[in-house]
């Protein structure tokens, strides 16, 4: 028995459409899983591995280290200025380099570098850890979405740029005034008494 030619044809388009769905659906799925597998953390140090951290960002360098006391601040500025560090600052950079991930990664070559902003990078930061072993961010312009960073780890041999939080910026980008440590305040004094009105008789 023949199939009318229209039937033929609505056969046909929902085969095909039912092709497109679970290709679609399938490809995303993986592709969305292979995202997923490749957020590493950037790093594998933890924050009581490092001795110090040095930022370059713009004409200014920054050199940070940890004091030796369990006293705050824990961190202390050593260039350009000798200053005790605010601890809150340098601890959220810190949790950035610790915890931070990867939000995916891409393959370059060396000649492509300036185009991801790597050739003058927004910031560098280098991490020497209590070990003498040292770790270094370089830190490129956004994506096409403005929503992540481009960046290079250790100098990565085999070219792999990655994504990283926006959050770098705003952790480096900061005057000197606001790494160092906000002296205490000091206490109130009260404001010496107005005297008191009496109403006069009239």
């Known amino acids: 028995?023949?199939?009318?030619?229209?039937?033929?044809?609505?056969?046909?388009?929902?085969?095909?459409?039912?092709?497109f769905v679970y290709f679609h659906e399938i490809k995303n799925k993986t592709q969305q899983?292979?995202?997923?597998?490749?957020?590493?953390?950037?790093f594998s140090f933890t924050a009581a591995d490092v001795q110090s951290l040095t930022i370059k960002?713009?004409?200014m360098t920054l050199?940070?280290?940890?004091?030796?006391?369990s006293e705050k601040p824990q961190w202390e500025i050593k260039s350009p200025v000798s200053a005790p560090a605010n601890d809150a600052i340098?601890?959220?950079?810190m949790d950035l380099l610790?915890?931070?991930k990867t939000e995916r990664t891409v393959s370059v070559t060396p000649t492509e570098l300036s185009e991801f902003g790597l050739d003058k990078p927004v910031a560098t930061i280098d991490v020497k850890l209590k070990n003498q072993q040292s770790h270094q961010l370089i830190l490129g312009k956004?994506?096409?979405?403005?929503?992540?960073l481009y960046a290079q780890a250790d100098g990565n041999k085999n070219m792999n740029l990655l994504l990283v939080s926006k959050d770098f910026v705003n952790?480096?980008?900061?005057?000197?005034?606001?790494?160092k440590q906000t002296p205490e305040k000091m206490d109130m004094q009260p404001l010496p008494g107005l005297p008191k009105l009496t109403p006069t008789n009239k």
């Open 1 to 19: 028995m023949k199939l009318p030619k229209t039937t033929l044809i609505l056969i046909l388009l929902a085969l095909g459409l039912g092709g």
């Open 33 to 42: 899983t292979v995202i997923k597998t490749q957020k590493q953390k950037i």
């Open 57 to 59: 960002v713009k004409d």
């Open 63 to 69: 050199q940070i280290e940890k004091r030796n006391t």
């Open 90 to 93: 340098v601890s959220y950079l």
């Open 98 to 100: 610790v915890k931070g």
């Open 142 to 148: 956004g994506d096409f979405n403005n929503q992540f």
């Open 171 to 179: 952790a480096v980008n900061r005057d000197i005034s606001e790494w």
